[in-house]
Every structure is written in structure tokens, then in C-alpha cells.
């Protein structure tokens, strides 16, 4: 087999296709930015007429979780945006809620990063549970018999090379000696390959931290400079070193967790939100996060039968338990990393981190500042630092 460590070398296919959910991604997000209507339209009021449909069509194929992430990021968009809007059109009282909005904005992804060390925890405590499952034929079996309309097993690598007719009792036999082979499990809820170890402690450790260092909730502001055409909303706090490390803890994450699928949902999906974030849309990581992220839920509940099975678009992981472990190394040592910087931060400014800004010596708060505020935000937000706007750099 040949990989790219993470990820097998696959077909043509798998990377036209990677492009085509990377640019989509970034397209409706930016869509929505521009046009804030079209969060309503598509997110709100879409997303609720469709919710009859994903829960019919798509539940028994892929369960039932699926569909409440997909309610709670319907919600999460509508929020999202509703934020953006009101605080355009009243941006003393946006001023005034910035703490509200911020707090609103963090239970949205710290509960969403809690969600996923839970998880975590789980793949670690299951591990012989998924092993033995996949090694055990009816097992699998009944993992194809409770994915209504598609089939999670064949397609998978583990089912290559068989002669056996696909779903017959030879078939299967063969494909749980393959697993038991290779030490690859397979959570038999969702039918997903995984493999448990000590990296799944380490990622939650990550994602914990990664929750901890959120910082400047109160800090949140609308586009006020008028030589900008698009206004946004802004966190200024929300910096180069939190985004990595969220980046590194999501990835670890999902490698662990649907390994096989993070050739989409982390590095298509993380890149779009982190390469808006760095470029052409500074300080609004956050929004890109929540409507790629709202994109693809919605894509994963409506489509699964595209999605979700063994298909000619899935890049399979190497379920090598070395790249799990230095996925996980990396996001838990950059996050110590980031909890110590943030720790260094303030106790030199005596700043409450989660309200005040912290990382105001940075040159990227300076620039999103200098871009996004006009005399007015840069007023509040230097006063909420204890400084004045030009003792700041903006």
C-alpha cells in the first residue's frame, strides 16, 4: 500500500474531489458574509423545511447523532449570523452585548470541542470492544444490517483482494480475519474504523486546553472601518497560535475518531476556514469554522449515500497507529505550548483572559485591528487592555 503516512495515494478522483469540497466550502461561507440574507434563507429556513427529509432519509443510514449535530448547527448558523446583523445595525448596543456575544460564540464551540474529547475518552475505553467487533463476522454484519440503503463494510481496504461473493457468510469471515490481521477495530455504532490507544487521552488533554485558552470574549466587534466593503464579525483575540492549536487538537481528533474521512473533514475542512483566517479575512476564523462546518453537516445528512460509505471519493487512512500518535503529540505539545504562552500573557498585562484582550502584542491583532476598526472600536477595544489606541499600535 502505498500512503502518504496519514492517508493512502489515492485515485484522480479523490483529489479533484478534495478541491471541489475545499472551494465550496470557502464559497458558501464567503457567500454568506457577504450576503448575511443568505443565512437565513439557506441555513435557517432551509435548514429547518430539510429536517423532515434528513431525518427520514438520512437516519437510517447513519443515525441518529448525525441529525442532532445537523439541528445544532442550523441553530449555531442562525445565531451566528443573527449576531452579525444585529450588531451592524446597532453598534453602540453591539458595544455594549460584545461580552454577551462572546460568550454566546464560546458555549457554541466549547461544547462542541467537549463533545469531542467525550469522544475521545470513549475510543479509549473501547478499543477491545472495536477490535473484537471487527474481527467477529456477525459483528460486521450487523453493522451493514443497521446502515439502512448503504454499505459501510465493502469498499473498505480490508475487503480487498476477496473472492468470496460480497455478503455472504464467506465474505464476511474473510474481511473480520482481515481486520483481526491488520489490529484495526470498527466502532460497531457507526461503522467507522478506528484504532483506541493511549493518543486518544493525549488529543482530549489537547482539547481541554484547547477550551481553556479561548480568550477576549469581550473583545468581539463588527467591521466599523468604512474602507472595508465587507463587514464581518471580528475577534481580534482569536490569533495565529489559538488557530493552529485548534487546528492540530481537530485534526487529532478526527484521525482518531473517523480517520478514514478527515482527508475531507479536517484537512479540506480545516484549511477552509484557517486560509480565509490568514489572508483575506483576518480575525473572522470563527466564521468560516461555523459555515464550513454548517456546510458540511447538512452535505453529510442529506447526501449520506455519497458520503458516508466506502466509495471511489473516500482517501482511506493508513490506520498506522504511529500517525495517530504523532497527531496527537502534536496538538497536546503545541496546546501546553499555547497554555503556557497564555498563562505568561497574564500574569505580565493582569488581564482577565477571557474578558479582556490578551494578545495585543501581537503584529496580527495590530493589522486585524488597523483593517477592521474605525477610531470609535478602537477605542473600546484599547480601553478594554487598559491602554489607549496608540499605545497599542493601532
Not at 473572522?284 to 458540511?296: E, G
Amino acid at each position: 500500500m502505498q500512503s502518504l503516512f496519514l492517508w493512502e495515494i489515492g485515485t484522480p478522483i479523490v483529489y479533484v474531489t478534495w478541491f471541489v469540497v475545499f472551494a465550496a466550502q470557502i464559497a458558501i461561507s464567503e457567500i454568506n458574509r457577504r450576503w448575511n440574507w443568505t443565512i437565513f434563507v439557506l441555513w435557517t429556513i432551509g435548514g429547518i423545511a430539510l429536517m423532515p427529509y434528513a431525518a427520514l432519509h438520512g437516519t437510517p443510514m447513519v443515525g441518529w447523532f448525525p441529525f442532532g449535530k445537523y439541528a445544532i448547527m442550523v441553530a449555531t448558523a442562525t445565531m451566528t449570523g443573527f449576531l452579525l446583523w444585529y450588531g451592524k445595525r446597532n453598534p453602540e448596543k453591539a458595544h455594549r452585548y460584545a461580552l454577551w456575544f462572546g460568550v454566546a460564540l464560546w458555549i457554541g464551540l466549547a461544547a462542541n470541542i467537549m463533545e469531542a474529547n467525550i469522544r475521545d475518552v470513549t475510543i479509549f475505553f473501547e478499543a477491545d470492544n472495536y477490535l473484537r467487533c471487527a474481527a467477529d463476522p456477525a459483528c460486521l454484519k450487523q453493522i451493514n444490517d443497521a446502515h439502512v440503503g448503504i454499505d459501510m463494510i465493502n469498499g473498505l481496504p480490508e475487503t480487498r483482494g476477496i473472492e468470496a461473493a460480497v455478503g455472504t457468510p464467506e465474505w464476511y469471515t474473510t474481511v473480520a480475519a482481515n481486520f483481526q490481521a491488520s489490529g484495526v477495530g470498527i466502532d460497531p455504532a457507526t461503522g467507522f474504523r478506528t484504532i483506541g490507544g493511549y493518543w486518544n487521552l493525549l488529543t482530549a488533554a489537547a482539547g481541554a486546553l484547547n477550551i481553556i485558552t479561548i480568550t477576549g470574549l469581550g473583545s468581539i466587534f463588527i467591521t466599523s472601518n468604512p474602507a472595508q466593503k465587507v463587514r464581518g464579525l471580528i475577534w481580534p483575540d482569536m490569533l495565529w497560535p489559538w488557530v493552529i492549536a485548534y487546528d492540530l487538537w481537530n485534526h487529532a481528533f478526527l484521525y482518531n475518531a473517523l480517520a478514514d474521512y478527515t482527508w475531507y473533514c479536517t484537512l479540506a475542512l480545516l484549511l477552509a476556514c484557517t486560509v480565509p483566517a490568514f489572508t483575506w479575512a483576518k480575525g473572522q476564523w470563527l466564521w468560516f469554522r461555523c459555515f464550513t462546518l454548517m456546510f458540511w453537516i447538512a452535505a453529510n445528512n442529506l447526501l449520506p449515500e455519497i458520503l458516508v460509505p466506502p466509495s471511489s471519493i473516500t482517501n482511506f487512512s493508513t490506520m498506522n497507529p504511529t500517525a495517530n500518535a504523532v497527531c496527537a503529540w502534536a496538538a497536546f505539545l503545541f496546546n501546553v505550548g499555547l497554555f503556557g504562552y497564555w498563562i505568561y500573557r497574564i500574569r505580565v498585562t493582569g488581564r482577565n483572559p477571557w474578558k479582556d484582550p490578551l494578545f495585543t502584542n501581537l503584529g496580527e491583532f495590530r493589522e486585524i485591528m488597523r483593517l477592521h476598526a474605525d477610531d470609535s472600536d478602537k477605542h473600546f477595544i484599547a480601553a478594554k487592555a487598559g491602554k489607549t489606541p496608540s499605545e497599542l499600535g493601532l
